[in-house]
């Protein structure tokens, strides 16, 4: 089955009792049991839910997993994955993360003992330099947030096979769609639904996918006693959104090519991280693992000015000011301030998120609204 028919059709089955298309929302904590023991697969909404069950293989076939398992954030997912680790533990993380991963590793994490070095991931020989005998876990978020590096996953994934290590890739800026970490060697994809997957800006949700038996065993024994997972009417939710999954993303693709275009010949812009640009420092790793090269933008402005950053993305109008992306609609956002703000400024401008840094989520509106919204914007300046 090819990827957009999987999108519709992937661990969906019309409902035997009615023949309902769609899967039910089913809205039920418990189950009957003819006898105890005796029942039809499922005995509480936490341990498993149908519409939930839905989800889950239908986002295992589109990462080319066997095992997926939804959580309540893409937050409650990493949460799971790391308590597969134990104290004494070591991960190496990727520096420029989701600023919410980077908070639950140092100011949750650390307290119970696992330790974490971040650091690029562009330079292999840097990553395997930090691995000592307490290395368990490799996590790499790529494209990267908000810098759009990419990181060669197959390169990581030889690493982490060479030294035992787990190989976790935080998927949610790509998408199935445009990347497959299992396909290039990764044990566990991760993925906050939240984002591209549910599309539509109206659902937390997150997501670990495996193909290993031992690994997802642990994994819903993880989802189960810890208990972070989400209800069936917002598993239905995600579930139809990624029907359009495939058709959101090209449109993304085209309206960041033409963004990034704009803003590369914009006079008040200095510059701008796309990985389709020729000019990106990965555009040929980009070019290799992934099948196009999605919404996300980042720019910086000449001068480097805070206010001048905060004057543009408080003056477009359909580019809405927000957190989050993904969604079919266009956001902006000011890494600093915003999604950035719990990394201290030393730390972030090191990967380069610098005072006038700009982080589009180009959404799937016409594109000519939305450059010519982008325009008067920096035209305010
Ligand atoms: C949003 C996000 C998360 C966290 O997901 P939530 O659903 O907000 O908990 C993790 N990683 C990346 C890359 C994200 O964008």
């Known amino acids: 089955m090819k990827f957009g028919t999987k999108t519709i059709h992937a661990g969906q089955h019309a409902d035997p ?14 189950y009957i049991q003819e006898k105890p023991g005796d029942h039809k697969g499922y ?45 004494g533990d070591e991960v190496i993380s ?7 991963t980077y908070r639950i590793f140092t100011k949750v994490f650390e307290q119970f003992g696992i330790k974490f070095h971040f650091t690029g991931m562009g330079n292999i020989e840097k990553i395997a330099s930090l691995i000592n005998s307490n290395t368990k876990m490799i996590w790499a978020e790529t494209p990267t947030n908000p810098m759009l590096n990419i990181i060669d996953i197959t390169a990581l994934s030889k690493l982490s096979k060479s030294n035992d290590l787990l190989l976790v890739v935080d998927n949610t800026f790509a998408t199935p769609y ?50 972070a997972v989400p209800g069936p009417q917002d598993a239905f939710l995600v579930l139809r959104g990624i029907k359009t999954l495939h058709l959101r993303m090209q449109r993304h693709c085209e309206n960041g090519k033409v963004i990034s275009d704009f803003l590369s010949n914009h006079s008040k812009v200095k510059n701008v991280f796309w990985p389709g640009l020729k000019s990106h420092p990965n555009h040929d790793v980009a070019e290799k693992q992934m099948n196009g090269f999605g919404g996300m933008v980042s720019f910086d402005l000449k001068g480097n000015q805070l206010e001048d950053a905060i004057k543009v993305v408080s003056a477009t109008k359909y580019f809405t000011l927000a957190e989050s ?57």
Request: aromatic letters at 4%.
């Open 325 to 381: 992306l993904g969604g079919v609609e266009s956001l902006i956002g000011h890494p600093a301030s915003m999604t950035h703000a719990a990394i201290p400024k030393a730390e972030r401008e090191i990967t380069g998120v610098v005072d006038s840094l700009i982080r589009l989520s180009v959404g799937i509106e016409d594109v000519e609204d939305l450059v010519e919204d982008l325009d008067q914007a920096l035209n305010k300046i």
């Open 178 to 227: 445009l990347q497959r970490p299992i396909e290039l060697g990764a044990d566990i994809v991760m993925h906050s639904l939240t984002k591209y997957m549910g599309g539509h800006s109206d659902v937390i949700m997150g997501a670990a996918i495996c193909n290993d038996e031992n690994i997802a065993e642990k994994l819903y024994f993880l989802q189960n006693s810890c208990g």
């Open 94 to 100: 990727t520096n420029d993360l989701y600023g919410g």
């Open 17 to 30: 009792t009615t023949g309902a298309i769609m899967t039910p929302v089913y809205q039920t904590s418990t």
């Open 43 to 87: 005995e509480y909404s936490r341990t498993g839910n149908p519409t939930r069950k839905a989800l889950e293989d239908n986002i295992a076939a589109l990462e080319s997993g066997k095992y997926g398992l939804c959580f309540g954030s893409g937050l409650a997912a990493v949460d799971s994955i790391i308590k597969l680790l134990s104290p």
